[in-house]
């Protein structure tokens, strides 16, 4: 049985539906009910949904064998998993933002609120600028506004959410998508089910381009 953590959500949504075309399918999971976990004996998989943020915390540790995870946690946790597969789902980007009149002038420590204090600490750090780092957990946009930080690093998908608090973004980082991502060992122990899934999946991603 293959164990696989799906981020919950809208984005999992759209990764189950890329996992059941490409042939492992496990119709409970479409029940309306709050069960976490769902089987197909028959196709060999085994899903659960868990927090985006955690699934790579399951599969470093083994209790998932593959999972998706997004570009920006693999990034700021830098786990230890392999990345197999670039999904093409869930694509945004990492960005500094800030209010529309805002320029560094590169004299002061910058603030800089976010939840990718990692991510954040490497991009100025290859810049050779200080920082100051303020961890937020959610609505980094209120920062600026109300002068907790210079600029934000944050994630900007359709840029609605800079756009309505008057902010916009200032330069880009990285671009993110969704990553399937595997264990370790249980890429050697497990392989040949692995790499089956993963060459289906792959003609997923190709016929949704
Ligand atoms: C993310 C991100 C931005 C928003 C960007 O927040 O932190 O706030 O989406 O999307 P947009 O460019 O399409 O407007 P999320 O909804 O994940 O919640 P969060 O505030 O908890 O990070």
């Known amino acids: 049985m293959l164990n696989v953590a799906l981020p919950k959500g809208r984005l999992g ?7 059941e075309a490409a042939g492992y399918e496990c119709p409970s999971i479409k029940e309306n009910n709050r069960k976490l976990i ?11 949904w868990v927090k985006p943020s955690d699934v ?25 998993v392999y990345e197999l597969l670039d999904l093409n789902l869930g694509k945004c980007r990492m960005a500094v933002a800030a ?28 810049l050779g600028r200080e920082i100051d780092i303020i961890k937020l957990n959610g609505s980094i946009e ?24 008057n ?4 330069s880009e980082i990285v671009p993110i998508s969704a990553r399937l991502i595997a264990n370790k060992s249980s890429f050697k122990f497990k392989g040949d089910d692995i790499e089956k899934i993963v060459e289906s999946i792959k003609k997923q991603v190709q016929a949704n381009d």
């Open 99 to 126: 209010p529309n009149e805002f320029h560094d002038d590169g004299q002061k420590t910058l603030k800089v609120a976010t939840k990718f204090t990692n991510i954040a600490a490497d991009y100025y750090a290859s």
């Open 142 to 165: 209120i920062a600026p506004i109300l002068k907790l930080s210079d600029v934000i690093v944050d994630i900007v998908e359709t840029g609605t959410t800079l756009k309505e608090n």
């Open 38 to 48: 769902f089987e197909n004996e028959e196709r060999g998989v085994r899903y659960f």
């Open 13 to 19: 949504e759209k990764v189950y539906a890329m996992f």
């Open 56 to 80: 790579a915390i399951y599969v470093e540790r083994g209790a998932a064998d593959i999972g998706v995870a997004g570009k920006d946690i693999l990034l700021e946790y830098a786990p230890d």
């Open 167 to 170: 902010l916009e973004v200032k």
